[in-house]
Antibody, heavy 121, light 107 residues
Framework: EVQLQQSGPEVGRPGSSVKISCKAS????????MNWVKQSPGQGLEWIGW????????DYAEKFKKKATLTADTSSNTAYIQLSSLTSEDTATYFC??????????????WGQGTLVTVSS | DIQMTQSPASLSASLGETVSIECLAS??????LAWYQQKSGKSPQLLIY???RLQDGVPSRFSGSGSGTRYSLKISGMQPEDEADYFC?????????FGAGTKLELK
């Protein structure tokens, strides 16, 4: 069974950074990219980007290129997202999401449970 | 970026009623469209991909159709467990973009 287990809620001060993890199980980690999606309180969904764990290659939405850094550790089957220079606009729930098929990154069949990031002084 | 205009923003349906939700893309997306259901406090769940393909395990009362710039999700016979938010998403071009969502409630 495919499972994506995310780390717990984070509180970050304005200007600081936070790092969220997403531990994958039930499939070969390097066969699929891992996407990250942001959901602001009471709002819709925004795609942040994906990482290919096998090669470490990434693709980001322009809006998140200076905000998010995606990494992956193949030894622990874990993907990470680091959010830097936090502002109140970064307060949101962040999801990792695995696509349905290898080689087709865009249909998100499996999702982590979400990690709430709260930016507060 | 491709804009996804979803309608209606909210709707209320009776038990057994057929419901349709529409998504209009700002340019043609060649059926690279998915629909998700998100229940309160939960992660989204993939319902439909490639515009009309039903994801494994999703009830057959859900169906998707459309082409070009216009796509729709149909629920044939509203059930209590269908009360949720629904989002469309295009994967034709980066960045992937989502519709603003439709809140579906049971009347």
């Amino acid at each position: 069974e495919v499972q994506l287990q995310q780390s717990g809620p984070e509180v970050g001060r304005p200007g600081s950074s936070v790092k969220i993890s997403c531990k994958a199980s039930g499939y070969t980690f390097t066969d699929y990219v891992m996407n990250w999606v942001k959901q602001s309180p009471g709002q819709g969904l925004e795609w942040i980007g994906w990482i290919d764990p096998e090669y470490g290659s990434t693709d980001y939405a322009e809006k998140f290129k200076k905000k998010a850094t995606l990494t992956a550790d193949t030894s622990s089957n874990t993907a990470y997202i680091q959010l830097s220079s936090l502002t109140s606009e970064d307060t949101a729930t962040y999801f990792c999401a695995r696509p349905n098929y290898p080689g087709i990154p865009g249909w998100f069949a499996y999702w982590g449970q979400g990690t709430l990031v709260t930016v507060s002084s | 970026d491709i804009q996804m205009t979803q309608s209606p923003a909210s709707l209320s349906a009776s038990l057994g009623e057929t419901v349709s939700i529409e998504c209009l893309a700002s340019e043609g997306i060649s059926n690279d469209l998915a629909w998700y259901q998100q229940k309160s406090g939960k992660s989204p769940q993939l319902l439909i991909y490639a515009a009309s393909r039903l994801q494994d395990g999703v009830p057959s009362r859900f169906s998707g159709s459309g082409s070009g710039t216009r796509y729709s999700l149909k629920i044939s016979g509203m059930q209590p467990e269908d009360e949720a938010d629904y989002f469309c998403q295009q994967s034709y071009k980066y960045p992937y973009t989502f519709g603003a969502g439709t809140k579906l409630e049971l009347k």
